[in-house]
């Protein structure tokens, strides 16, 4: 069982004994009353007792209340000052008002309700400037803390954002690709990434963001294809309160939020010529009208776009701005789709199941051979986000720490089926002996090996299991040295 908690303390300071009796019965209820008949007594009084509020009649022998509560507010500067004084016109109490620092000025004679009323505010302002205390008392220690949680989040962010995050292999053509977002990153451009969906194209932006000047600011998202045209208009925009039905309060538009930051537009070739047209004047304004304002507000915030749309096509049929193509795409850059790159599906793959297996506190082994052959043979339509699903569904299906070919979607087991197949088709639908169509099949392995490689030999003859000279003289016998 709690103890019951301790009412708010008082101190009544009244040379009048019956007046002092009559304060103390009114308020004995409500407050811990302790009584003083003059300013040496209340003084004993305050460095003995916790005292929170101090009611002092101002005309008494020797010391006068104004005085004493200037003494107060010196040495307990926390307790709530109350005066009491039966004069209207007082220039002692018009001093002290703020010389003592005095909260309440009471006339005599007061009356029991109106003078409860104020001391139950007094305690109540008392525990509010308490409160405020230990608030910031808490604020000033804790702040180192959150200086370092808020610049551990942002190094988080950082490193997700870095392009040495990006799973591929050593020979990816995306090497190429992060090389040229380093080089452009740091020029305050507007950039279009395109690309099929899935491929990435995000990872890419946040790449560009953190590697800009503008790193330390926010960097804001938007899928333009999901929001209709007026909610996307208050969505990037804002709105202010009663601009339309349920616009309840005023809201700041994400490019407000992102301001000194970068703003991500994805699926921007969603939008319609109508909306394109606001988008427009607010990219070469460099302000934005919240829906409902009266002024536009100024803005600055660097601007990426993305679509898995051909846009130039997009303005030739009409169907997109072409002044708004040109603001959006300064340069452009383009996300290759993961059938292009099939020696970045392994460690990507992997990537994911380290990430989700740690999700779950879930200890598996690497991916096995057989899963990952299974994995290369398929087109990959969803791109990198259709690969992140099947490694989830072998995770969530597979009960021991080593994963199984078995649990793919069937679409996967299908196409690696007729991968395996394949050979064996087209060697049997080739012309001549068995030697011929053997050396025919040869030729076709070696130059898609080359093709795969960008005609690199050495990295080719190393798929292969030859040597260097080994593949230079097989690419002589069946004529496929290029200059």
């Given at each position: 069982?709690?103890?019951?908690?301790?009412?708010?303390?008082?101190?009544?300071?009244?040379?009048?004994?019956?007046?002092?009796?009559?304060?103390r019965?009114?308020l004995?209820?409500?407050?811990?009353?302790?009584c003083?008949?003059?300013?040496?007594?209340?003084?004993?009084?305050?460095?003995?007792e916790?005292i929170?509020?101090?009611?002092?009649?101002?005309?008494?022998p020797?010391?006068?209340?104004?005085?004493?509560?200037?003494r107060?507010?010196?040495?307990?500067?926390?307790?709530?000052?109350?005066?009491?004084?039966?004069?209207?016109?007082?220039e002692?109490?018009?001093?002290?008002?703020?010389?003592?620092?005095?909260?309440?000025?009471?006339?005599?004679?007061?009356?029991?309700?109106?003078?409860?009323?104020?001391?139950?505010?007094?305690a109540?302002?008392?525990?509010?400037?308490?409160?405020?205390?230990?608030?910031?008392?808490?604020?000033?220690?804790?702040?180192?803390?959150?200086r370092?949680?808020?610049?551990?989040?942002?190094e988080?962010?950082?490193?997700?954002?870095?392009?040495?995050?990006?799973?591929?292999?050593?020979?990816?053509?995306?090497?190429?690709?992060?090389?040229?977002?380093?080089?452009?990153?740091p020029?305050?451009?507007?950039?279009?990434?395109?690309?099929?969906?899935?491929?990435g194209?995000?990872?890419?932006?946040?790449?560009?963001?953190y590697?800009?000047?503008?790193?330390?600011?926010?960097?804001?998202?938007?899928?333009?294809?999901?929001?209709?045209?007026?909610?996307?208009?208050?969505?990037?925009?804002?709105?202010?309160?009663?601009?339309f039905?349920?616009?309840y309060?005023?809201?700041?538009?994400?490019?407000?939020?992102?301001?000194?930051?970068?703003?991500?537009?994805?699926?921007?070739?969603e939008?319609?010529?109508?909306?394109?047209?606001?988008?427009?004047?607010?990219?070469?304004?460099?302000?934005?009208?919240?829906?409902?304002?009266?002024?536009?507000?100024?803005?600055?915030a660097?601007?990426?776009?993305?679509?898995?749309?051909?846009?130039?096509?997009?303005?030739?049929?009409?169907?997109?701005?072409?002044?708004?193509?040109?603001?959006l795409?300064?340069?452009?850059?383009?996300?290759?789709?993961?059938?292009?790159?099939p020696?970045?599906?392994?460690p990507?793959?992997?990537?994911?199941?380290?990430?989700?297996?740690?999700?779950?506190?879930?200890?598996?082994?690497?991916?096995?051979?057989?899963?990952?052959?299974?994995?290369?043979?398929?087109?990959?339509?969803?791109?990198?986000?259709?690969?992140h699903?099947?490694?989830?569904r072998?995770?969530?299906?597979?009960?021991?720490?080593?994963?199984?070919?078995?649990?793919?979607?069937?679409?996967?087991?299908?196409?690696?089926?007729?991968?395996?197949?394949?050979?064996l088709?087209?060697?049997?639908?080739?012309d001549?002996?068995?030697?011929?169509?053997?050396?025919?099949?040869?030729?076709?392995?070696?130059?898609?090996a080359?093709?795969?490689?960008?005609?690199?030999?050495?990295?080719?003859?190393?798929?292969?299991?030859?040597?260097?000279?080994?593949?230079?003289?097989?690419?002589?016998?069946y004529?496929?040295?290029?200059?």
């Amino acid at each position: 069982m709690n103890p019951p908690a301790r009412l708010p303390t008082v101190l009544v300071i009244d040379d009048e004994l019956r007046s002092q009796e009559a304060l103390r019965r009114t308020l004995e209820e409500d407050f811990e009353v302790f009584c003083a008949s003059g300013a040496e007594d209340a003084q004993a009084v305050m460095e003995r007792e916790w005292i929170q509020i101090v009611l002092c009649d101002q005309r008494m022998p020797g010391t006068s209340g104004v005085q004493f509560l200037k003494r107060v507010r010196e040495h307990w500067p926390d307790a709530v000052r109350i005066i009491l004084s039966g004069y209207t016109e007082s220039e002692d109490i018009i001093a002290g008002i703020n010389d003592a620092g005095i909260y309440q000025y009471i006339l005599k004679p007061w009356q029991p309700g109106q003078l409860l009323l104020t001391l139950r505010a007094a305690a109540e302002l008392h525990r509010l400037q308490a409160e405020n205390q230990r608030l910031a008392l808490e604020a000033r220690a804790s702040a180192p803390v959150l200086r370092k949680r808020v610049e551990g989040r942002r190094e988080a962010a950082r490193r997700r954002g870095s392009p040495d995050n990006l799973a591929r292999a050593p020979d990816s053509p995306m090497n190429a690709l992060l090389a040229v977002v380093d080089k452009v990153a740091p020029y305050d451009m507007s950039i279009l990434l395109t690309g099929e969906s899935g491929t990435g194209k995000e990872l890419l932006a946040r790449a560009l963001h953190y590697r800009s000047a503008r790193a330390d600011c926010a960097f804001v998202v938007e899928n333009c294809g999901a929001v209709p045209d007026q909610l996307l208009e208050s969505e990037l925009f804002g709105h202010k309160r009663g601009s339309f039905t349920g616009a309840y309060e005023d809201r700041v538009g994400l490019f407000q939020q992102a301001d000194g930051g970068t703003i991500f537009l994805d699926e921007i070739g969603e939008t319609s010529p109508a909306f394109q047209v606001k988008l427009l004047r607010a990219l070469q304004e460099g302000e934005v009208r919240p829906v409902g304002a009266a002024r536009p507000q100024a803005v600055d915030a660097r601007v990426l776009a993305a679509t898995n749309r051909d846009l130039e096509q997009e303005v030739r049929e009409g169907r997109f701005r072409e002044d708004l193509y040109y603001r959006l795409a300064a340069f452009t850059l383009h996300v290759p789709p993961l059938r292009e790159r099939p020696m970045d599906i392994a460690p990507i793959a992997e990537r994911f199941l380290e990430r989700a297996s740690a999700a779950i506190g879930r200890q598996v082994k690497p991916l096995p051979r057989s899963v990952l052959d299974c994995l290369v043979a398929w087109r990959w339509p969803g791109n990198v986000r259709e690969l992140h699903n099947e490694v989830l569904r072998m995770l969530a299906l597979s009960d021991g720490p080593e994963l199984s070919a078995a649990h793919l979607s069937p679409r996967v087991l299908r196409a690696a089926r007729e991968d395996e197949e394949a050979p064996l088709l087209l060697l049997a639908g080739l012309d001549g002996d068995l030697k011929t169509r053997l050396e025919g099949l040869e030729a076709r392995i070696l130059k898609e090996a080359l093709e795969r490689h960008r005609w690199n030999k050495t990295r080719a003859a190393a798929e292969l299991g030859l040597s260097r000279v080994g593949l230079r003289s097989k690419l002589a016998r069946y004529g496929m040295e290029r200059a």
